[in-house]
């Protein structure tokens, strides 16, 4: 515990508060400079290469000549590449017509083309196709085991590696070809069997696959090892350098966007203790999506996830008990009277939360849709505080909850139930059905994802919340359940 002066009132009042010794915003200003760049960041000029390199890129990909195995592999570079949202439609229609030939057994795809099948296989899950595992049965040997002659397929294997990714529970098979493939490819890796140009390719992907990657990042990865290999298609990289460049442009802006609101809003005086995040907050709408459709739905989210992380830090990092059962039922009846006679810090953070939430109700056209979306978000914010409140009850408590009972409510303090309905909320799946179906208890799709990320967290931060009172995180309760260290 922190013993702090209580500003709101007179100096000799002091409140023992848990105050926690974050690092400072390690951005500067830096990308304020973005906020007075034009709107329209395309030249007409730029316009009209982008344009020719379009039509270029889907006469390539249309082109009657290609083999399902080229197009499969049109499909993953364009991808890759960051530029297969401009053709959404062309790529569904190819895939279908794929899946149809493969329904009827008629793919020509050669018999030991591992690369073209676990292309195949991927690309199909990734479009949420139903394609069998036993896909890959070709490649094993009397004894269920793979051939050991793949081995000497690099691009197959690694190919079979990143497929194993889009495996589903209880598909052993796929279990064995990973440890498979990635033993033979760290083998490889480890004992310079490997050009330069693919082991750097191949540790990144036993690194962090594709189907795991942050795809902005990925595609900016991807363009550089692209761009090195001598059979690369020079008008799919011009298109992609072009199209990237003004994309960046569109996040820098909308970045600059949220620095400002974030300084203007004067939150580092107003809330000392909390942290200064922008640029992370607005990292998580970007994961989500770069595209150009959801600009605005990457701006209200992030200034969403940094209000988050206010309101985290004043139920971790500041409140007292007390103030926090009354800030709790200022967001329950979302009416500031509880808070009236706390410090100011605590009207200032939920003043910005009414304000994030005016804003998506304002970003959703339809009145109907709006009021629905409101409803939701409030919902999920309360969830959120009651969860926050939980957590410091048990610090307040010295409890340490069994790890069963810390992941109930760890899977809502994650806040990723709040992410995905501000998400949705702004988009064309804002109904009635589907918001009930997230708020529908087990939703097992959406407790799986909070969880990952509320034990992600926990062992991200784990050592550091050790230096202060803090409630006990995954690590301690999972020691204390199953009597480990």
Same mark, same amino acid.
């Given at each position: ?6 500003? &709101? ?19 500067? &200003? ?9 709107? &329209? ?65 008629? !793919? ?44 000497? &397929? ?32 760290? @083998? ?19 690194? !962090? ?32 350098? !072009? ?110 939360? !009414? ?32 969860? @926050? ?97």
């Amino acid at each position: 515990m922190t013993v702090t002066a209580n500003s &709101d009132q007179h100096a000799s009042s002091y409140i023992a508060r848990p105050c926690a010794n974050f690092r400072p915003n390690i951005w500067g &200003d830096i990308f304020l400079q973005y906020h007075n760049s034009p709107l &329209d960041v395309v030249n007409e000029n730029m316009r009209q290469q982008l344009e020719t390199c379009k039509e270029e890129v889907k006469k390539i990909f249309l082109s009657s000549s290609n083999t399902i195995s080229q197009k499969l592999n049109i499909i993953d570079s364009m991808q890759r590449l960051g530029i297969s949202y401009h053709f959404e439609r062309e790529i569904d229609e190819a895939l279908e017509q794929i899946q149809k030939i493969s329904i009827n057994n008629a !793919l020509d795809i050669g018999e030991g083309d591992l690369h073209s099948i676990g292309l195949l296989f991927r690309l199909f899950r990734q479009k949420g196709y139903h394609i069998s595992s036993d896909i890959f049965n070709k490649f094993k040997n009397e004894e269920g085991k793979f051939n050991e002659t793949i081995v000497e &397929d690099v691009e197959g294997l690694w190919s079979l590696y990143e497929a194993t990714q889009l495996s589903t529970h209880g598909e052993d098979s796929l279990d064995e070809a990973h440890d498979f493939a990635y033993t033979n490819l760290k @083998y490889m890796i480890t004992n310079n069997k490997l050009s330069t140009y693919l082991a750097k390719q191949i540790d990144q992907s036993l690194t !962090l696959p594709i189907h795991k990657g942050v795809p902005r990042i990925e595609t900016r990865r991807y363009m550089s090892f692209y761009e090195e290999d001598p059979s690369h298609d020079k008008v799919l990289l011009t298109f992609a350098k !072009l199209d990237f460049n003004v994309l960046q442009k569109m996040h820098q802006k909308e970045l600059g966007n949220i620095t400002r609101w974030w300084k203007e809003s004067d939150f580092a005086t107003k809330v000392p203790y909390a942290r200064e995040r922008v640029v992370e907050a607005y990292l998580w709408p970007f994961s989500m999506s770069s595209e150009p459709k959801y600009s605005t739905h990457r701006r209200i989210v992030g200034q969403l996830i940094s209000c988050i992380c206010l309101l985290d830090d004043t139920y971790d990092a500041y409140g007292t008990l007390q103030e926090l059962e009354l800030f709790t039922e200022a967001i329950k009846r979302w009416n500031a009277n509880p808070i009236k006679s706390l410090p100011t810090c605590f009207k200032v953070v939920f003043n910005a939360i !009414l304000e994030v939430v005016d804003e998506i109700e304002s970003a959703v056209v339809d009145a109907e849709k709006s009021s629905l979306v409101s409803k939701h978000v409030k919902q999920a914010f309360l969830n959120l505080a009651e969860a @926050y409140l939980l957590e410091a009850k048990w610090c307040n408590e010295d409890y340490v909850p069994t790890y069963d009972e810390y992941k109930v409510n760890g899977a809502m303090s994650s806040s990723l139930q709040l992410h995905i309905v501000a998400f949705v909320g702004l988009g064309e799946f804002a109904t009635k059905e589907v918001f009930d179906w997230i708020f529908s208890d087990p939703t097992t799709i959406i407790k799986a994802v909070s969880l990952v990320g509320r034990l992600k967290d926990d062992l991200a931060s784990h050592r550091f919340e050790r230096e202060r009172d803090h409630v006990a995180s995954a690590v301690e309760c999972c020691m204390k359940q199953y009597g480990i260290s």
